[in-house]
């Protein structure tokens, strides 16, 4: 009998269902209803905030991200503070302060889960409306964090203190990104405020002078460093 055909040679591609979405795809899919907050939805969400709020109290502060080096406002007391069920991370698209609409920045929010440790700031009551006013302003100008009260632990005792933790059910909510795109996307966003690289080293560099070790910062500035003297050599 004759030979039969020779076989065709078949390849299969195996793709990764694990591949981790290109940076590009998560900045279109984060930027599709992102919208900056009017004046007056911004105050509606401030006067929710301090419904229970009286006129003669003073009022804590948390602050975990650039409030720990640049609060900005004046405070009769700060206090080192704990604060347990949430944790520090890069977890929130910047597409004002510390990035732009097209090249979002990253700057930290409060996630679930965990603990932190920050600065309280003591506000006199008679500087709170103002305070909180700009705070708000700076905080929350596209509504991406849910502002909480909530017990911060610290060496003179408990204090109940506003806190800003990220709202999960936003678009501004950033998850699933590989260190290598977090170091990029840090290392190339510029803002109103400023470089992501300038903010993410100054929380870091200002929490280790108050004695607050964040191991996951820590590894994210020995990149970003890393990252910044392969530039400097290869531009000699």
Same mark, same amino acid.
């Given at each position: 009998? =004759?030979? $039969?055909?020779?076989?065709?040679?078949?390849?299969? +591609? &195996?793709?990764?269902?694990?591949?981790?979405?290109? #940076?590009?795809?998560? &900045?279109?899919?984060?930027?599709?209803? &992102?919208?900056?907050?009017?004046?007056?939805? *911004?105050? +509606?969400?401030?006067?929710?905030?301090?419904?229970?709020?009286?006129?003669?109290?003073?009022?804590?502060?948390?602050?975990?991200?650039? #409030? !720990?080096? *640049? =609060?900005?406002?004046?405070?009769?007391?700060?206090?080192?503070?704990?604060?347990?069920?949430?944790?520090?991370?890069?977890?929130?698209?910047?597409?004002?302060?510390?990035? /732009? =609409?097209?090249?979002?920045?990253?700057? &930290? $929010?409060?996630?679930?889960?965990?603990?932190?440790?920050?600065?309280?700031? *003591? !506000?006199?009551?008679?500087?709170?409306?103002?305070?909180?006013?700009? #705070?708000?302003?700076? %905080?929350?100008?596209?509504?991406?964090?849910? =502002?909480?009260?909530?017990?911060?632990?610290?060496? %003179?005792?408990?204090?109940?203190?506003?806190?800003?933790?990220?709202? *999960?059910?936003?678009?501004?909510?950033?998850?699933?990104?590989?260190?290598?795109?977090?170091?990029? !996307?840090?290392?190339?966003?510029? $803002? /109103?405020?400023?470089?992501? /690289?300038?903010?993410?080293?100054? /929380?870091?560099?200002?929490?280790? +002078?108050?004695?607050?070790?964040?191991?996951?910062?820590?590894?994210?500035?020995?990149?970003?460093?890393?990252?910044?003297?392969?530039?400097?050599?290869?531009?000699?």
């Amino acid at each position: 009998m =004759p030979p $039969g055909p020779c076989p065709i040679p078949v390849y299969i +591609a &195996f793709i990764s269902v694990n591949q981790p979405p290109t #940076l590009e795809s998560l &900045f279109a899919a984060s930027g599709s209803s &992102f919208r900056l907050l009017t004046e007056a939805e *911004r105050q +509606a969400s401030l006067d929710a905030a301090m419904a229970h709020w009286h006129p003669q109290q003073d009022v804590w502060v948390f602050g975990y991200g650039s #409030l !720990v080096w *640049r =609060p900005d406002f004046d405070y009769a007391e700060r206090r080192s503070a704990l604060l347990k069920g949430y944790h520090r991370a890069l977890c929130l698209w910047s597409r004002v302060n510390r990035g /732009t =609409p097209e090249r979002p920045g990253l700057v &930290f $929010g409060l996630d679930v889960g965990g603990s932190c440790r920050g600065m309280a700031y *003591r !506000v006199p009551s008679r500087q709170v409306p103002d305070t909180l006013h700009e #705070l708000w302003k700076r %905080e929350m100008p596209s509504g991406a964090y849910i =502002p909480k009260w909530l017990s911060c632990r610290t060496h %003179e005792g408990n204090v109940k203190a506003l806190v800003f933790t990220m709202d *999960r059910s936003k678009d501004a909510y950033v998850r699933g990104l590989t260190r290598d795109q977090l170091v990029a !996307v840090v290392r190339d966003a510029h $803002g /109103t405020y400023g470089p992501c /690289t300038e903010y993410v080293l100054e /929380t870091a560099q200002a929490l280790k +002078a108050a004695g607050i070790h964040d191991k996951k910062l820590e590894a994210v500035v020995l990149r970003l460093q890393g990252a910044a003297s392969a530039i400097d050599m290869s531009g000699r």
